[in-house]
């Protein structure tokens, strides 16, 4: 069962985000698998860790993109990415200490700051990146 399903409300228009967005939503799907089928704290801390080193990437090359752009909004994008990848890692940290197990409350914080950062921030960057190239 995938917690969310890439549909064309996603596309932004932009090659290389839109890809690397269908991976996140992808890994997202395979955490919420591993973690359903009770796969284990050693697969689930695998896919947990590929999600977070392919958002990192994924972060990593939209800032390039903001600072060869000149996006407007750098500042406060890349706080957006500051402040999610603050929280992850603190989950991750918990995670491999034991002390929490995946649960649907950071599968659905996962979907909605996945679905809300696709549809307003990075909406908005793609706009920039456009609107610069044009």
Do not use: P
Request: hydrophobic share 45%; with cysteine.
């Amino acid at each position: 069962m995938d917690l969310m399903e890439w549909n064309d409300r996603y596309k932004l228009g932009h090659v290389r985000i839109d890809g690397d967005h269908m991976k996140l939503v992808a890994l997202v799907n395979q955490l919420t698998e591993a973690m359903l089928k009770r796969k284990g704290q050693q697969v689930c801390g695998k896919v947990l860790d590929e999600l977070v080193n392919y958002f990192n990437t994924h972060f990593a090359m939209e800032e390039q993109l903001m600072a060869t752009h000149h996006y407007a909004k750098t500042i406060e994008h890349k706080a957006e990415h500051a402040k999610f990848v603050e929280e992850i890692l603190a989950f991750k940290a918990e995670f491999e200490a034991g002390s929490v197990i995946l649960s649907i409350s950071l599968l659905n914080f996962l979907r909605e700051w996945l679905i809300n950062h696709i549809l307003i921030s990075d909406k908005a960057l793609v706009a920039g990146i456009k609107a610069d190239s044009e």
